[in-house]
């Protein structure tokens, strides 16, 4: 049973257009969510994160969303660039912290 | 500087074989991981060492063998290797336990033949 789930196994956008990336999870305990970035060949490296008691988070041009009501979030990527084209998983943990859970990830392309 | 590293990145085996596979990071964190990204490419949480303790042992048979010599290492030793192991393995470290700002490696693409 996946805990966290993106049910877009591919996004394709433009280069300077929205790029919006979307993160379902079922877990109410779940307190903090990130998103990483991957690269073929390459491990997940960390982008930007949220804890709960946020409902936005900004670095430049990432922008995480949180809905808990909803228990949804989402990557907004503006404006968007070809090197931003990469596989972005989502993931949660619980307030011990120890353990993320991933999502089965997103694949992001933005044609020039 | 490689932060994560990870030997070999490829490695390709016979079923029934024994196979090591070497993490080292050299960030000063406490605590390291190991991640199998299956066929689906999900990635699931295998291990987790803090300062040389097995923290996390997810359902994973046994025949899976983690081994932390010092803080900087987590070597993952498979034994009776099965075509189900099939899959890339990514160690991945946090500065301390609980932090959930994890660095990966650029993992290691296992394939039992």
């Known amino acids: 049973d996946q805990q966290v789930k993106q049910n877009s196994p591919s996004l394709s956008v433009q280069e300077g257009r929205i790029s919006i990336l979307n993160c379902d999870y079922t877990?109410?305990?779940?307190?903090?969510f990130l998103w990483y970035k991957k690269y073929p060949a390459e491990g997940p490296t960390f982008l930007i994160s949220?804890?709960?008691?946020?409902d936005k988070n900004e670095d430049g041009r990432f922008t995480v969303f949180l809905n808990k009501s909803a228990k949804h979030l989402s990557l907004h990527i503006v404006p968007s660039q070809p090197g931003d084209s990469a596989v972005y998983f989502c993931?949660?943990?619980?307030?011990?912290?120890?353990?993320?859970?991933f999502g089965g990830g997103t694949r992001l392309m933005v044609k020039p | 500087d490689t932060a994560v590293s990870q030997t070999p990145k490829y490695l390709v085996t016979q079923m029934g074989n024994d196979k090591s596979i070497k993490c080292e990071q050299n960030?000063?964190?406490?605590?390291m991981y190991w991640y199998k990204q299956d066929s689906k490419k999900f990635l699931k949480i295998m291990f987790s060492?803090?300062?040389?303790?097995?923290?996390i042992n997810e359902t994973v048979p046994n025949r899976f063998s983690p081994k932390s010599p010092d803080k900087a290492h987590l070597n993952l030793h498979i034994n009776s290797l099965e075509l189900g192991d099939s899959a890339v393995y990514f160690c991945?470290?946090?500065?301390?336990?609980?932090?959930?700002?994890?660095?990966f490696g650029p993992g290691t693409r296992l394939t039992v033949t």
């Open positions: 960030l000063g964190h406490d605590t």
């Open positions: 877990n109410s305990m779940f307190d903090y």
């Open positions: 060492y803090n300062n040389k303790e097995l923290i």
């Open positions: 993931a949660a943990s619980n307030n011990a912290g120890n353990m993320l859970t």
């Open positions: 991945a470290s946090s500065q301390v336990f609980g932090n959930r700002e994890q660095y």
């Open positions: 949220i804890s709960s008691i946020k």
